[in-house]
């Protein structure tokens, strides 16, 4: 299933715990500055998985395991995150904070509704993820619930709000083992990674 919008994401996912003025201060740091892109050299994919492995590593370790110096590995790994090409995220584990169930919806809108009911859906609390796609069910949104009842409640509300749109199917998840290439424990804490590098060849079966 192709997706033709990703309206919001969980990198864009907020739960309203810090003030303005901090999450101002985080969201100035985390925005892409006017770098130009480049292509990735070796050091880079070196640096960008030595983030995928820890990204709170200090420079002189971080650059350690690169195999280059600390200035080299700041001032290149600042340039990386300075020019989009990647990005820091934090995210939280689940359970401690009582949302542990994720659960993906796949609805069916009619065409002129679609861009309304995705905009609407991507300002609910609990949605991580909305996106567009070109298929059947054209519209596919992901809310992290506290009970799997939750579910219920959040189609009512659609329902009531867009009549025409049509769940025609769910998937719910009770635990998360894997996301963004970190490996969780039953409390949803990262214990170890999986490096993800897309500029990898594919290993063949």
Same mark, same amino acid.
């Given at each position: 299933?192709?997706?033709? !919008?990703? #309206?919001? +994401? @969980? ?5 309203? @715990? ?6 101002? @201060? ?5 925005? &892409?500055?006017?770098? *130009?892109?480049?292509?990735l050299t ?23 395991v690169a195999g280059?110096? $600390? ?6 790994? +600042?340039? %990386? ?6 990005? %820091? ?6 359970? %401690? ?21 995705? /905009? ?17 069910? !054209?519209?596919?949104?992901? *809310?992290?619930? =506290? &009970?799997?009842?939750? #579910?219920? /409640?959040?189609?009512?509300?659609? $329902?009531?709000?867009? &009549? ?14 894997? =996301?963004?290439? =970190? ?10 990674? #999986?490096?993800?590098? &897309? ?5 063949? /079966?």
């Amino acid at each position: 299933m192709i997706a033709t !919008n990703v #309206v919001t +994401e @969980a990198s864009r996912w907020r739960l309203d @715990a810090l003030a303005p003025g901090q999450s101002a @201060a985080l969201g100035d740091a985390d925005r &892409p500055g006017s770098v *130009p892109r480049r292509q990735l050299t070796e050091l880079d994919r070196r640096l960008l998985a030595g983030l995928g492995q820890d990204g709170r590593l200090a420079w002189h370790r971080h650059a350690h395991v690169a195999g280059t110096s $600390a200035a080299t590995a700041r001032r290149r790994t +600042e340039r %990386l995150l300075g020019s989009g090409e990647s990005a %820091l995220r934090c995210d939280v584990a689940g359970p %401690l904070f009582e949302r542990p169930v994720a659960v993906s919806l796949w609805a069916q809108v009619p065409a002129p509704e679609l861009g309304a009911v995705a /905009r609407h859906l991507a300002a609910v609390p609990s949605v991580r993820f909305v996106a567009t796609t070109a298929g059947r069910q !054209n519209l596919l949104v992901t *809310p992290w619930l =506290r &009970p799997a009842e939750e #579910v219920h /409640r959040l189609e009512a509300e659609l $329902a009531a709000r867009h &009549p025409a749109v049509l769940v025609q199917n769910r998937t719910i998840a009770l635990r998360t083992a894997k =996301r963004m290439g =970190r490996l969780f424990d039953a409390s949803g804490c990262g214990v170890a990674s #999986v490096p993800l590098a &897309p500029w990898a060849e594919p290993t063949p /079966r």
